[in-house]
């Protein structure tokens, strides 16, 4: 075990995964973590247990009083993010009524529970948040009709009654939900309307999406640039579709890599900025509210790094 229990975060992705010794049985759950995973203090190792990240045979496990057993097959998962819990403040709702809620999402943040974390996410944040302190025994109704990548910002909806689960699924198939993105990407996008449309599909072997030649999923991107620089371009995205990473993908084989997407050949480093996440926001988002039929048009403010690249680069309207 490791001799201090004072806390560090951990800031990069690790994964360990043993099988509790003999020697081990009996012991709570946060004191075999330290003996097995080199390098993790027990403080460490509770922080992990409580978001989320211990797995023992399959299930994850939240207690750290857990007493193990010899054999049991224990998985920890750190994804290099916070430790701490995210909660949803008043500032960050953008419009809440008895059936939907529309949440404009830090960047950073997983929107749904991983292998290394339940609390600490969008999801879990929302649960939390819509507790009736009068009932708490009751379960909130959470449907999660968007999905956005863990360092994408912005706008994203949840409807929070179960009547309006389904048309907003509905909404969503029908392509009846409008969203658009900002975008700065690298290099200096041409004026005008554009149009990319391709077949999609993620590898497995990296875990990438690409643009295939048949066999993948249909994906038109439109888009066009709204500022520019000698070096890079802001740019206004409209996803026709909505596939797994539609846009990153399709502006890098354009030649227009996100910036600090380094996932699809964006640089980590432009000029001497560092880049320390993919500059792409969810702007806008346009629907007619499930159960009123009445017209929504909601805004996400620019994420404060987001506005700060904005303003370094002097990017001037077109």
Same mark, same amino acid.
């Given at each position: 075990?490791?001799?201090?229990?004072?806390?560090?975060?951990?800031?990069?992705?690790?994964?360990?995964?043993? +099988?509790?010794?003999?020697?081990? !049985?009996?012991?709570?759950?946060?004191?075999?973590?330290?003996?097995?995973?080199?390098?993790?203090?027990?403080?460490?190792?509770?922080? +992990?247990?409580?978001?989320?990240?211990?797995?023992?045979?399959?299930?994850?496990?939240?207690?750290?009083?857990?007493?193990?057993?010899?054999?049991?097959?224990?998985?920890?998962?750190?994804?290099?993010?916070?430790?701490?819990?995210?909660?949803?403040? =008043?500032?960050?709702?953008?419009?809440?009524?008895?059936?939907?809620?529309?949440?404009?999402?830090?960047?950073?943040?997983?929107?749904? %529970?991983?292998?290394?974390?339940?609390?600490?996410?969008?999801? !879990?944040?929302?649960?939390?948040?819509?507790?009736?302190?009068?009932?708490?025994?009751?379960?909130?109704? +959470?449907?999660?009709?968007?999905?956005?990548?863990?360092?994408?910002?912005?706008?994203?909806?949840?409807?929070?009654? %179960?009547?309006?689960?389904?048309?907003?699924?509905? =909404?969503?198939?029908?392509?009846?939900?409008?969203?658009?993105?900002? =975008?700065?990407?690298?290099?200096?996008?041409? %004026?005008?309307?554009?149009?990319?449309?391709?077949?999609?599909?993620?590898?497995?072997?990296?875990?990438?999406?690409?643009?295939?030649?048949?066999?993948?999923?249909?994906?038109?991107?439109?888009?066009?640039?709204?500022?520019?620089?000698?070096?890079?371009?802001?740019?206004?995205?409209?996803?026709?579709?909505?596939?797994?990473?539609?846009?990153?993908?399709?502006?890098?084989?354009?030649?227009?890599?996100?910036?600090?997407?380094?996932?699809?050949?964006?640089?980590?480093?432009?000029?001497?900025?560092?880049?320390?996440?993919?500059?792409?926001? !969810?702007?806008?988002?346009?629907?007619?509210?499930?159960?009123?039929?009445? %017209?929504?048009?909601?805004?996400?403010?620019?994420?404060?790094?987001?506005?700060?690249?904005?303003?370094?680069?002097?990017?001037?309207?077109?």
């Amino acid at each position: 075990m490791n001799s201090t229990d004072g806390f560090s975060p951990l800031t990069k992705r690790m994964h360990w995964n043993f +099988i509790v010794p003999a020697d081990d !049985a009996g012991l709570r759950l946060d004191q075999v973590l330290p003996r097995q995973c080199s390098g993790l203090s027990r403080t460490q190792a509770r922080k +992990i247990i409580d978001i989320g990240g211990v797995h023992v045979s399959g299930r994850r496990v939240r207690s750290c009083s857990r007493s193990v057993k010899g054999g049991e097959d224990i998985a920890v998962y750190c994804d290099g993010l916070s430790l701490a819990p995210y909660t949803i403040s =008043a500032d960050a709702i953008l419009y809440r009524d008895a059936d939907i809620i529309v949440l404009n999402k830090p960047a950073g943040l997983e929107t749904q %529970p991983t292998p290394a974390r339940y609390q600490g996410t969008l999801y !879990a944040a929302l649960s939390e948040f819509l507790v009736d302190p009068f009932r708490p025994q009751l379960q909130p109704s +959470i449907g999660m009709v968007q999905r956005l990548d863990r360092d994408t910002s912005g706008v994203i909806l949840f409807s929070i009654s %179960p009547r309006a689960h389904k048309p907003l699924t509905t =909404a969503i198939t029908t392509h009846a939900l409008h969203k658009t993105y900002l =975008a700065l990407v690298a290099g200096v996008v041409p %004026p005008g309307e554009h149009e990319i449309t391709s077949l999609l599909a993620r590898s497995h072997r990296d875990n990438c999406v690409r643009s295939i030649p048949r066999g993948g999923k249909e994906a038109v991107t439109q888009y066009r640039r709204i500022a520019v620089s000698e070096t890079c371009s802001l740019v206004e995205v409209t996803p026709i579709t909505g596939r797994m990473h539609q846009i990153r993908v399709h502006l890098s084989e354009a030649g227009f890599p996100l910036l600090g997407d380094t996932r699809y050949g964006g640089p980590p480093q432009f000029g001497n900025m560092m880049i320390p996440r993919h500059m792409l926001h !969810a702007q806008n988002l346009g629907l007619m509210h499930p159960l009123t039929r009445q %017209p929504l048009q909601l805004t996400a403010p620019l994420a404060a790094d987001f506005q700060m690249l904005v303003n370094h680069y002097h990017l001037t309207a077109c």
